[in-house]
């Protein structure tokens, strides 16, 4: 069964510092990788995508992918107390899957002020 | 504010009431998706549209029927629904299905009595 695996958290950060949240998946065809971010009684809201191996940078936020480890992860700079939230990894199955999306359980990030 | 728009916001009904939710985008997107999400959970697919055909049914009971009048809506009729269907539902799009990124509206929160 095709997986992706988050640690629930919650993970505490203080203000200021980086944020390091983790992703591995178990399909080895993947293809496409997104992290978004959710509120609690929000919707998901998309805050980066990554198709290929190494860093992919967006302001503060930087995620990196590694398929041969089969990881994907999220690195938040400067963390700001409006940064807590759940942070959903969803990765994109193969075509036998109709690419549809496989979610994590989601880590709960704390910023502390 | 996000570019899929979903009503309404809220919705209270009983097990024996018929009602719909409402999804529209206006991005030109040709994809469009319904979820379930109960708290602290991920998003669970129930629907996928592309191109204004019914492609992808997660065996959802035959309470929930989706609708995709045109390219820009999406519905999905509600009838005796049952408390464990109490969650929030999300409409999502993207270009294309497949490896794209997908964009959720806001969401309905759905109360069955």
Redesign the interface.
Known sequence: QKEVEQNSGPLSVPEGAIASLNCTYSDRVS??F?W?RQYS??????IM?I?SNGDKEDGRFTAQLNKASQYVSLLIRDSQPSDSATY?CAV?GAMDS????I????TKLIIKP | D?EVTQTPKHLVMGMTNKKSLKCEQHMGHRAMYWYKQKA????E?MF?YSYEKL??NESVPSRFSPECPNSSLLNLHLHALQPEDSA?Y?CASSQG???????????T?LSIL
Request: proline letters at 9%; glycine letters at 14%; a positive charge.
């Open positions: 293809q496409s997104f978004y009684g929000k919707s998901p809201e998309l995508s198709y959903l994109s109709n690419y549809q999306l979610w994590g359980a989601g | 996000t602290k959970k991920p998003p697919l996928v492609s992808i929030l999300l299905e497949g490896r794209l990124p997908q964009h959720f509206g806001d969401g929160r």
